[in-house]
């Protein structure tokens, strides 16, 4: 169901109209002169069709996945409450080998609380990998979308292949969600989301904001849960989560704009109590297992996925555990960046990064996670200027990363990642600073949903940066996703792009394509199509670059 925001609205102002008659008796009927019925108190009423937020489903193993859904009649209510009365619901859920639900596999009863905003998580097991299936939820007569989903592949098996698509980056004011509907048109069978899903700013207005945040900041658990809430009832967004799993992790907007740690940007004392919030919204409002329900500001969410023997996903969380940005954060030319003792990781995840690299037994290793991998250096001279957000201010931890797949003989090692609002191709090396270092990996870098605005085309090889860093291969500032095909003998990327985000409906196409093959390192371009002269680029592309990824464009 696609819900403009004035249905949104007019819902709402119905039922807070009808919620302020609650205790009152009504008066007496001028024809019979019965008194009237005592009205019946908000949380005995029936619901009002509360699915307003679509489904989802996560974490696909062989034998099961994930189902979430949260029932909120009222979604943009200001106490992030949805609409719900204070009480818990009972919510039916269905599982079938067909869309039509002629063939229920499985069916069960969640309990859908107030405490955690009425959303609901079925850990499924018993199903059959590497299989389609369907499923939907019923609450109170009221029934939810059909969607899909599917299990992993049996551990042991070789898949012949997987469709696997990744985003980042959904700033609802700054464009339309257009990408995440061309992503689900490209009939993915696993989605990743690598951080930024949502932003936590209150609304700001003007020509490049073509819609509106509700709400203020987001600080409190209301504020997260309304903010989630908006951003659920988009449709496009909606198509995305109901065509396939997902496995998502955060960056910083899903709490606060580049904090690291226990460290928010500005001093803030509560900033603990915010960071729980955040983690508390973002579990209700995800397709996340139980393992990942946070502990006050503690949330555990790094975590493997496993494709059969095709691919092993290891899913990275390089907020929670970093050290402070070096240097002020920023780009700059910054000696702690260096340090050995500077961690992005933390050390328990380090280890367990490492640990699953020497336990590797599949053809591909994706690392899934949130900002730049490889050495990027904006300064064309000796120094170095490069970013403190990224791992380029976590040499050490960069260093050991790398290090460790090459002598655990990682076969065939593919970071993804997300957060720069603009498409990246990287050759990884050992030696950032000799032109002849070997590769040992490759990185795909997802372009926005919506973040920084329309973009650009340009191109290929024309940004300033891949003439100093010759192991950056491509960059383009359009908005869109990255598409993969992953086989036993290659992995094949496409970076689909959309024209614009200003408006709705716009089409995607493959702006460029490359391939890894196995056992080779490094990319090989096999398509590059001709930017488009509609746009003009900006003069000054170093600049334009900076801005857009700290969010000053």
Request: hydrophobic letters at 35%.
């Amino acid at each position: 169901m696609a819900l403009s925001r004035r249905t949104v609205l007019l819902s709402g102002a119905a039922l807070g109209a009808a919620g302020a008659t609650a205790g009152r008796s009504t008066p007496a009927d001028a024809a019979d002169g019965r008194p009237a019925r005592p009205a019946v108190p908000a949380r005995h009423r029936p619901l009002v069709w509360p699915f307003t937020l679509g489904v989802a489903s996560g974490d696909p193993d062989h034998q099961g996945v994930v189902l979430w859904t949260r029932l909120a009649p009222q979604p943009l209510a200001e106490d992030g409450l949805g609409g719900m009365p204070d009480r818990t619901v009972e919510v039916q859920w269905e599982v079938a080998a067909d869309e039509l639900f002629r063939h229920v596999v499985q069916r069960g009863t969640a309990t859908a609380r107030p405490e955690s905003a009425h959303s609901v998580h079925v850990e499924l097991t018993g199903l059959l990998p590497g299989r389609e299936y369907f499923y939907r939820f019923r609450a109170e007569g009221h029934l939810s979308p059909t969607a899909r989903t599917r299990t992993a592949p049996d551990p042991a098996s070789l898949p012949a292949t997987l469709a696997m698509g990744f985003v980042s980056c959904s700033h609802y004011e700054q464009g339309y969600f257009t990408a995440y509907r061309r992503l689900a048109e490209s009939a993915p069978e696993l989605i990743l989301h690598l951080g930024d899903y949502q932003y936590e700013y209150a609304r700001e207005y003007g020509p490049d904001r073509p819609r509106g945040h509700e709400g203020p900041e987001t600080r409190t658990l209301a504020n997260y849960r309304q903010r989630h809430a908006q951003y659920k009832t988009d449709p496009d967004l909606q198509a995305a989560h109901a065509v396939a799993p997902w496995a998502v992790v955060f960056d910083d907007h899903e709490v606060e704009n580049n904090w690291a740690g226990a460290v928010p940007e500005e001093p803030d004392p509560d900033f603990l109590a915010r960071r729980a919030a955040a983690f508390q919204a973002y579990h209700e409002n995800m397709p996340l297992r139980r393992a990942s329900v946070p502990r006050g500001p503690d949330i555990v969410l790094y975590r493997r996925l496993r494709w059969g023997r095709l691919a092993t996903f290891h899913l990275l969380d390089t907020r929670q555990y970093r050290d402070d940005q070096a240097c002020g954060d920023g780009y700059r030319d910054c000696p702690a960046a260096a340090d050995p003792g500077r961690t992005i990781t933390g050390t328990a995840q380090e280890q367990w990064l490492l640990d699953g690299f020497r336990r590797s037994d599949t053809r591909w290793d994706l690392l899934a996670q949130q900002v730049f991998f490889a050495a990027r250096d904006r300064d064309p001279g000796p120094t170095r200027l490069t970013s403190m957000d990224a791992w380029d201010g976590y040499l050490a931890s960069r260093d050991r990363i790398t290090r460790g797949w090459v002598a655990a003989g990682v076969r065939n090692p593919v970071v993804l990642t997300g957060d720069v609002h603009a498409h990246w191709a990287a050759d990884l090396k050992l030696d950032y600073l000799d032109p002849a270092a070997r590769t040992v990996g490759t990185e795909l870098v997802c372009s926005s949903v919506t973040s920084g605005g329309d973009g650009f085309d340009s191109a290929s090889g024309s940004h300033p940066w891949l003439r100093t860093n010759p192991h950056l291969r491509f960059q383009n500032d359009l908005r869109g996703f990255v598409r993969t095909t992953i086989t036993p003998a290659q992995l094949s990327a496409d970076f689909m792009v959309l024209p614009y985000v200003s408006r709705a409906g716009a089409p995607a196409y493959p702006r460029a394509s490359f391939v890894v093959e196995d056992r080779v390192p490094g990319l090989h371009q096999t398509y590059d199509r001709p930017p488009s002269t509609a746009r003009a680029r900006p003069v000054d592309r170093d600049r334009y670059t900076v801005e857009t990824e700290t969010g000053l464009r």
